[in-house]
């Protein structure tokens, strides 16, 4: 799928975000975790093609600094943090938008029924002809959710898609991306704060750490007490559920905070 | 990019095609509306009816021999029709455009020709075009205008199109010869030379009055600063250049301009400059004429004395500080402003030749307001 | 047949905004014809009508074809390409103050033609007024393209666009009124005349110069609709549907500089239009752009009509500027369009 080779950039000369990062992600849903500032988003930047960087990205075999934005559109879907600017499109509108490369003058009805199964899915059926500018955050990120699923591409690129979403939300969400995985074959590669999401639903996670992959492979590898100390600078352990999936509890920060003097 | 580049020449090439295929239809609409109209007008008009003049911009113009109705654009041109024709003018103007001073003179007109106060507005002045619609549906033989420029031509070609032909008069072009040719045309199109050269002679004779003093050789000249009047206390105004229309008749009369055109020909000068040039006269081309009120006259002049340091200037103390019609330097009164000059800065030339009596014989002779009617030249008392 | 479930939905959005299309079209050939039929001259409604289809005398029909009939037509067509223009910057500026003036073009304009009229720059008189309005329309397309060569090292931020284009519209008004300052009376006159927005001095050829460009405009934009509304949602949403954001706000700006310099080389400054029309077309019409480009371009032809006979009426035996009107009329309704809309939100 999409491999990454020697990947550098940086915001400002001599000063980079990537350093010589070079990750596959082959498994039908990747999450890229790691603390702040890190170089998640720039990653996925760097992966669609906004940002000029040096080294190489790959798909499959083939170099995607060749395409352009509408064909790399095509393979893959680019989901950026934050929300879309308010406008006055209702969510039906918005959402048929996802289909912008193939619409013509006359929408067809399949294109329409797509638009349909999807706000259903994401249980906005009911609320179809409310204008973006009315929505809250939660239902605005649905709202771009729904326009990246309707695209059906190869790749689906989400940037902390969960932020503003409550637990039920998040959950929910990703039993969505599980589906959509098995039915329409699509592969995912997310980006995600919450660690314990990422071991419950990853199929590989990647570790980012200060622009270099820290670790890379499947939860339970990856997910241990060193790395949270290492990565985050956490004090934690480790839970495992009925399930075997294993959950990370952080107790303490390495960092001591002495805000008024030592007590 | 070689596929944008394509669609680029596409483009290009259908609105050329386009453009092609529109060109004769719109070409059919002129056909239909304009030419066509033209035309038919012509071939059943006997020639006896019409003749051919030039006019002062020197397009040859077909007219009716007989002028019944006129249309102008402003009381300045209409002034020069009274001048030729007296009180028949009043008969023939059906519509004046509309300036700064439309309905002052109006109404002094309306008073002793009542059908002046019934004229139809056709528009004018700075922010409201001339309606060409109003003009055609009045059915002039002609509209006449004081001088050209190039917004006229949209005007006179809708006129032409309802075989209403434009006289220019060019009355401004230049200031001592202008006004005589302009009223030699209007002499000519209503057929009455020999009240126009003798309008022309007259005004002639005092041009020749002033060159032969020849205060252009005199040494030792006055210097002089002029103002146009919507200056205040606070705030200079424009002043001209040797090039202006202003400018030439200051230096005609002898006078030493204190701006030269290396500034522009129309400027507004830095007080210092003035202030360091000290001039002897000061001329304020202020709204002086017909319907003046004096009093409102001294009162400008006192505003200008009051600015910062004009108190020490040799014009403000010698009182030589005066106020005259700016509009007049385009006009046929510009014999006017010439004699007050002239007589202003060499009063031993001129001393029994008084201009106010020489304007008084100008409108007892030829013109239809009273020389009472106005003041014309306000000096500070 | 079954009308299947998205269809249902989606034409309860978008046949509000048909029928809107086909009030605003009625609309406009309503204020077509009673422009037509206003006018100084006072021709009655059955001299008018003989006078349209040829059948009176030569002079009402100078009046009707000659006189009434270019402003009546290039009011419509002079609106249509404002409303386009501030819609389509707009959206490409994701600002609700852009116009098509925005990038400078009209006081660019405006020294095009002041350099011309004021520095007596002249072939034969003959080519005079085609030689202002083309230097207005070069100055214009220049301005244009000097924000294009700035704003690329700027990676076409808007910020930077707007800037820039303020910076130009001093630029062009500090070198006017610099000519202004050294021109003479009757110049500046011819000058100030030229400047104030005004439909009576197009004459057929342009309004055919007009059309041409606002079809040819109007149709290119039609085929980039999906692509300008998925601008709307901003630009890292738009390029993550694969729009490149930086190459369509290239191509609007030429394109909308292309019309706008066209209708202010032929009909002067008309202000006012061009911000307000796409708003009303966006509060009446949506975001849809297949729907808000030719609402836009409807309220703004619609918007001019009314004005230009409103400009005819309001003082008799004067017609006002046109962009005198558009104002004094327009304003008024537009806050009291703000507040309805505002207040209905809540």
């Known amino acids: 799928m999409i491999r990454t080779e020697n990947l550098v950039f940086g915001y400002h000369k001599h000063v980079p975000v990537l350093k010589e990062l070079s990750v596959d992600f082959d498994a039908d849903l990747n999450v890229i975790i790691g603390p702040n500032a890190c170089g998640k988003s720039t990653l996925l930047k760097c992966l669609f093609g906004i940002l000029n960087y040096e080294g190489k990205v790959f798909w499959n075999n083939q170099d995607l600094s060749k395409l352009d934005f509408e064909e790399k559109a095509q393979l893959m879907a680019y989901l950026p943090q934050g929300d879309v600017e308010n406008t006055s499109l209702t969510i039906f509108e918005t959402v048929l938008l996802g289909k912008v490369a193939s619409l013509s003058w006359k929408v067809t009805d399949d294109q329409l029924d797509e638009v349909y199964n999807v706000l259903n899915t994401m249980n906005l059926l009911p609320i179809y002809d409310k204008k973006i500018n009315e929505l809250s955050g939660g239902q605005k990120k649905l709202v771009t959710i729904a326009q990246t699923l309707i695209r059906e591409p190869e790749l689906i690129i989400m940037d902390e898609p969960t932020n503003n979403l409550d637990i039920q939300k998040q959950l929910e969400l990703f039993d969505i991306i599980r589906q959509i995985i098995k039915h329409k074959k699509i592969k995912f590669i997310i980006v995600l704060h919450d660690i314990n999401v990422s071991t419950r639903y990853a199929d590989k996670i990647i570790v980012l750490n200060d622009g270099k992959k820290y670790a890379c492979g499947q939860p339970e590898e990856i997910i241990n007490v060193a790395m949270l100390k290492d990565v985050y600078g956490v004090h934690g352990k480790l839970v495992k559920d009925q399930n075997d999936t294993t959950f990370v509890v952080a107790e303490s920060s390495v960092n001591e905070i002495n805000l008024f003097g030592k007590e | 990019m070689k596929t944008k580049f394509s669609k680029t020449l596409l483009v290009l090439l259908s609105i050329f095609l386009l453009m092609v295929l529109t060109a004769p239809c719109s070409s059919n609409n002129t056909d239909k509306t304009g030419e066509e109209v033209v035309a038919n007008e012509k071939t059943p008009e006997p020639s006896q009816s019409t003749r051919e003049i030039t006019d002062a911009q020197g397009n040859t113009l077909t007219v009716a021999k007989n002028i019944g109705k006129i249309a102008v654009d402003q009381w300045g041109t209409a002034d020069i029709v009274v001048s030729v024709l007296g009180e028949e003018a009043m008969d023939k103007i059906v519509a004046v455009g509309i300036t700064k001073s439309y309905n002052q003179i109006k109404g002094i007109y309306g008073k002793s020709y009542p059908q002046i106060n019934n004229l139809p507005s056709i528009g004018g002045g700075r922010s409201s075009p001339i309606d060409a619609e109003k003009i055609i549906s009045l059915q002039p033989d002609l509209y006449m205008i004081a001088n050209y420029s190039e917004n006229s031509d949209d005007l006179i070609g809708k006129l032409a199109k309802a075989n209403i032909p434009t006289v220019i008069l060019n009355i401004s072009e230049e200031p001592s010869q202008s006004p005589q040719n302009a009223i030699k045309i209007v002499g000519e199109l209503f057929g009455v030379q020999e009240r126009a050269d003798e309008i022309a002679g007259f005004i002639d004779s005092q041009y020749k009055l002033i060159e032969s003093k020849n205060l252009e050789d005199k040494r030792n000249k006055p210097t002089v600063y002029m103002e146009k009047g919507s200056g205040t206390k606070d705030e200079y105004d424009v002043t001209w250049s040797d090039q202006s229309a202003w400018g030439k008749i200051v230096t005609k009369t002898g006078g030493k301009n204190i701006v030269d055109s290396s500034l522009g020909n129309s400027v507004k000068i830095d007080s210092e400059f003035l202030l360091s040039g000290n001039p002897d006269y000061i001329i304020i081309a202020g709204s002086v004429g017909i319907g003046t009120d004096l009093e409102e006259g001294q009162e400008l002049i006192r505003s200008y004395t009051q600015r910062t340091g004009w108190q020490n200037l040799d014009a403000v103390k010698n009182n030589n500080i005066f106020l005259i019609g700016h509009g007049q330097e385009r006009d046929q009164f510009c014999f006017f402003p010439h004699l007050v000059m002239a007589k202003t800065f060499y009063p031993e030339d001129f001393v029994d030749i008084e201009p106010l009596e020489i304007l008084k014989e100008f409108y007892d002779k030829y013109m239809l307001l009273d020389f009472e009617d106005g003041h014309w030249y306000i000096k500070l008392e | ?346």
């Open chain 3, 1 to 346: 047949m079954q009308l299947s479930p998205g269809k249902a939905l989606y034409s309860n959005i978008v046949s509000k905004k048909k029928y809107i299309i086909v009030f605003l079209i009625i609309a406009i050939v309503i204020s077509f014809i009673v422009n037509l039929f206003v006018g100084s001259a006072g021709l009655t409604l059955v001299e008018t009508i003989n006078a349209i289809f040829g059948d009176s005398s030569k002079i009402n029909r100078v009046i009707v074809w000659s006189i009434r009939m270019p402003v009546a037509i290039s009011a419509i067509l002079v609106g249509a390409a404002l409303g386009i223009g501030g819609c389509e910057m707009q959206t490409i500026l994701n600002n609700p103050m852009a116009s098509p003036y925005t990038l400078g073009i009209s006081s660019a304009a405006s020294f095009g033609a002041a350099l011309v009229i004021i520095l007596r720059i002249s072939i034969s008189p003959f080519f005079d007024n085609i030689l202002i309005s083309l230097s207005a329309f070069c100055f214009s397309i220049l301005a244009s393209f000097s924000i294009f060569t700035l704003s690329k090292r700027f990676g076409w931020d808007r910020g930077v666009l707007i800037l820039f284009g303020i910076a130009m519209s001093f630029l062009f008004n500090a070198l006017t009124t610099f000519l202004q300052f050294i021109a003479d009376q009757n110049d500046l006159q011819s000058f100030i005349f030229w400047s104030f927005g005004d439909l009576t001095k197009i004459n057929w050829t342009q309004i055919l110069i007009l059309f041409i460009v606002l079809i040819v405009i109007y149709t290119l934009f039609f085929k980039k609709s999906w692509h300008l509304t998925a601008v709307t949602l901003g630009d890292s949403a738009a390029l993550s549907l694969g729009i490149d954001v930086k190459k369509m706000r290239r191509t609007v700006i030429i394109m909308v500089a292309i019309l706008s310099a066209t209708s202010v080389s032929f009909a002067g400054t008309i202000g006012f239009v061009g911000i307000v029309a796409p708003h009303i077309a966006r509060m009446i019409g949506g975001e849809d752009q297949r729907f808000l480009l030719s609402i836009s371009a409807l309220v703004g032809a619609l918007m001019l009509s009314v004005a230009s006979t409103f400009g005819k009426t309001l003082v008799p035996g004067v017609i006002l500027p046109i962009g005198l009107v558009t104002s004094m009329v327009g304003i008024p309704f537009f806050i009291y369009l703000i507040l309805q809309h505002r207040g209905g939100m809540k």
